[in-house]
């Protein structure tokens, strides 16, 4: 099994910046391939933010191009990802989800951070 930690969210003012952490944990977790990161707004359904591969590979929204930066730390056993959000908008509000999945199907999901941007 894979248990996510988020951490990171808060409330911040409109052009600024947070990053987000995710720490993956469990007895499976040297079989994790991508990581992600989702986001929930109040009455819009779960959208995808960023992901990134076991290789790096980097795919973001068209909404967070150019403002938010997705990274993954693989060292030492461990599986952390990382959300550098810059230039923040109130639309950018939502709680923010880390997701893991694995190489033999698995889907696993943290347990999610409040990202409040005020205007």
């Known amino acids: 099994q894979v248990q996510l930690v988020e951490s990171g969210g808060g409330l911040v003012q409109a052009g600024g910046s947070l990053r987000l952490s995710c720490s993956a944990s469990?007895?499976?977790?040297?079989?994790?391939?991508?990581m992600g990161w989702y986001r929930q707004a109040p009455g819009k359904q779960r959208e995808l933010v960023a992901t990134i591969t076991d290789t790096r590979r980097a795919n973001y929204a068209d909404s967070v191009k150019d403002r938010f930066t997705i990274s993954r730390d693989n060292a030492d056993g461990k599986k952390t990802v990382y959300l550098q959000m810059n230039s923040l908008k109130p639309e950018d509000t939502a709680v923010y989800y880390c997701?893991?999945?694995?190489?033999?199907?698995?889907?696993?999901w943290g347990q999610g951070t409040q990202v409040t941007v005020s205007s």
């Open positions: 997701n893991a999945n694995t190489k033999i199907g698995n889907d696993y």
């Open positions: 469990g007895s499976i977790i040297f079989i994790i391939n991508g």
